[in-house]
């Protein structure tokens, strides 16, 4: 506890450092995976392309990952760019699937009856059907922020200076209290983004406030999941 | 390119093939280690999910502890153990264990829930027991989703396996660090392509596997009730399976 209150600065600075490495990818991932969902879902060919290649980038440790990145991409080893690209592709896998499946549970008779009062395809795209998947996209946002979160602590061990530098810097010299708080901090960070989504759920989806007692269960699978 | 050149010949380079840190005794150390820890945790969350699944008790709790789980960073359980019981295998496979819990147990419980609940109802009627209703009924029926929860773990411990170098002499991760201290890039990323393609080999298998476990009469049970009537309950809950057998990862 004395460790925890005399690094109180050094334990903001890595939180910090923290959120600056796991916002963008959560961000962009999202952003990445929509339209590639979309693409997954309209075409028979791109959705087993799509899907297969998205099962196999998730499939590939972390730790490797960002030892390649540089290889491929010209960063340097210890550039935080790699942790980020790194962690948007991972969240781009896990969320093209998630928004593939949402769009396919949204009724087809909703889809045809918005079609039906004028909807051209774009507009019944961005009004009616991602709306409608709205809640399953969120249950799967919330699994990429936190385990976004989660893994931005690995690019400690390359040098990529995050919560996870507490992990390290404890366990080479050996204090506990220090590891304890780099815990604490992450779990603390990971359900503060969980809030913050959920919060976003309930402000541009009011309409699933009501059934949400009824529907809680769903989500909350997803979520531990 | 060059890069990958220097690492392909970093695989090859016969020098990497014998002694105390030659490429196919890292990658045994890498498999046996992978394969305990899945027998451990499966050994403790598979009774445990069946339990859950069979009685419909516990559910809540079980979704609870697992998401938690799930937020804690494996880096920060691996050091922490390590400190306590020092630096060996021991950290890894206590940590390792831990992780690989609550994706075989969520596989074991969804895939009892995800059963008809007439077809459970119907094998009581035709007058099984309670023993026989899970071993004739569900454990068969549930066995596709068992083996995505033991996907997931297995590929989760894999990767986490590499971080355990870190605090253990142990696995083809010790390229990784060995290079990373030593400046040699060719050594990171050889031990780095090493790790990526068992990762991937590992995923085709389990792929194939799921294949085959469908037995007979139900397959495509979760893609029917998905594209018939995606709104009703059977619709949700199937589509949250599929998502809950890939989020399961990591």
Not at chain 1, 172 to 198: K, P, S
Not at chain 2, 7 to 14: R, S, V, Y
Not at chain 2, 192 to 200: K, Q
Request: hydrophobic share 55%; net charge positive; charged share 15%.
């Amino acid at each position: 506890m004395t460790w925890v209150v005399a690094n109180l600065g050094l334990i903001w600075a890595r939180m910090l450092d923290h959120v600056v490495l796991s916002l963008p990818p959560i961000v962009l991932c999202f952003v990445i995976a929509v339209p590639l969902g979309w693409l997954a879902r309209r075409y028979r060919v791109s959705r087993g392309i799509i899907l297969t290649g998205a099962g196999l980038l998730y499939a590939v440790p972390s730790l490797p990952l960002f030892f390649v990145l540089p290889a491929v991409i010209g960063t340097g080893l210890r550039s935080p760019l790699n942790v980020i690209i790194a962690l948007t592709l991972y969240g781009v896998a896990l969320m093209v699937r998630v928004v593939a499946d949402g769009l396919e549970s949204v009724d087809a008779d909703v889809r045809q009856s918005a079609s039906a009062v004028g909807y051209s395809a774009w507009s019944r795209f961005w009004q009616v059907e991602l709306p409608l998947a709205g809640p399953v996209l969120l249950a799967g946002m919330r699994v990429v922020a936190v385990s976004t979160v989660s893994l931005v602590t690995v690019g400690a061990v390359i040098g990529v200076q995050s919560l996870g530098s507490l992990f390290t810097d404890g366990f080479q010299r050996g204090i506990q209290a220090e590891i304890i708080a780099g815990l604490v901090a992450t779990v603390t960070l990971a359900l503060l983004f969980d809030g913050a989504l959920v919060l976003a759920g309930r402000v541009l989806m009011p309409w699933t406030r009501k059934v949400a007692s009824v529907r809680a269960p769903a989500p909350a699978e997803v979520s531990a999941a | 390119m060059n890069l990958f050149v220097d690492a392909i010949d970093w695989i090859l380079d016969p020098a990497n093939w014998t002694g105390l840190n030659a490429i196919p005794l890292r990658l045994g150390q890498h498999l046996v280690f992978t394969l305990v820890t899945l027998v451990i945790a499966s050994a403790i969350a598979i009774p445990l999910g069946y339990l859950i699944g069979h009685t419909g008790r516990g559910r809540g709790l079980a979704v609870t502890t697992s998401g938690g789980l799930r937020a804690i960073p494996t880096l920060g359980l691996l050091t922490l153990v390590a400190l306590w019981v020092g630096i060996g295998v021991v950290a890894p496979y206590v940590a390792l264990t831990v992780l690989a819990i609550p994706p075989i147990l969520a596989g074991a419980y969804t895939g009892f829930e995800a059963i008809d609940r007439r077809t459970v109802d119907a094998a009581r009627a035709v007058g099984m027991s309670e023993l026989q209703i899970v071993r004739k009924v569900e454990v068969p029926l549930g066995l596709p989703l068992l083996i995505g929860g033991l996907r997931s773990a297995t590929l989760q411990v894999i990767a986490t396996a590499t971080l355990a170098a870190y605090v253990a002499d142990i696995g083809l991760g010790r390229y990784l660090f060995t290079g990373l201290k030593n400046r040699d890039y060719a050594e990171m990323l050889g031990g780095s392509i090493l790790v990526i393609l068992l990762a991937l080999v590992l995923e085709g298998i389990f792929a194939l596997i799921q294949r085959f476990v469908v037995p007979r009469g139900v397959s495509g049970r979760l893609r029917t009730g998905r594209t018939s009537s995606p709104s009703t309950s059977t619709g949700t809950s199937s589509s949250t399976l599929r998502t809950d057998r890939r989020t399961a990862l990591r």
